[in-house]
Structures are given as C-alpha cells and as structure tokens.
Nanobody
C-alpha cells in the first residue's frame, strides 16, 4: 500500500508559478513510476506529466511542455511538479499518482486526494 499526500496548490494569477509536492509513504517509493494528473470541472482526468522510477524518463502532455517540469527525490519519497507561466485553463484539481508505464497510458495503482490549483486572469 502507498499513501500519497499532495500540497502546494492555491490561487494564483495568470503568468505566476506554483510548485506542487507529493510525499509518499508505505511501500518502496522508488519502485514506482509517478505521475501528475488533473481534472477540471466537467472534464475527464488527464495526465499532465509522468516520470520513471529513476527519473530518467519524463513525459508531458502537450499543454504542459515547456512550462511544467516533473522531478522526484527518492531519498525524500517526494515527487514535484513545477508549473510556470500558468494560464486560466490550467485551473483544475491536481492528483499525484503512483504506478507503472510513465506515459499517456500510465497504469495507476495509487491516487492522492488532490490539490486545487486556480489561475485567475
């Protein structure tokens, strides 16, 4: 079992930056690929970024490329999502996930509870 706890969400203005953090506890964190997903009201949950267990493979949604950076620190059991140049369309609940295949077809074994990100004009 893996427990995931996100933090770092909030209300910001367009163009601002935020860094989301997700701390994992339970089973060996370093054995899992990690991902950040988001879900906006009325829309399906979508992958934003994913990273392999070693950090050597990273994949991003087209909407995140060039603005968002995923990273992980296995010594701290933590995965991060640095979000720059935020846009109102980035407004969503952001979820941390642990699983396999760090890509758009990531298989998720565990979810966090989510953290709200709201970007105003």
């Amino acid at each position: 079992q893996v427990q995931l706890l996100e933090s770092g969400g909030g209300l910001v203005q367009a163009g601002d930056s935020l860094r989301l953090s997700c701390v994992a506890s339970g089973r060996i964190f370093s054995s899992y690929a990690m991902g950040w997903f988001r879900q906006a009201p009325g829309k399906e949950r979508e992958l934003v970024a994913a990273i392999s267990w070693s950090g050597g493979i990273k994949n991003y949604a087209d909407s995140a490329k060039g603005r968002f950076t995923i990273s992980r620190d296995n010594a701290k059991n933590t995965v991060y999502l640095q979000m720059n140049s935020l846009k109102p369309e980035d407004t969503a609940v952001y979820y941390c996930a642990a699983g396999r295949n760090p890509s758009r077809t990531m298989v998720v074994d565990y979810w966090g509870q989510g953290t709200q990100v709201t970007v105003s004009l």
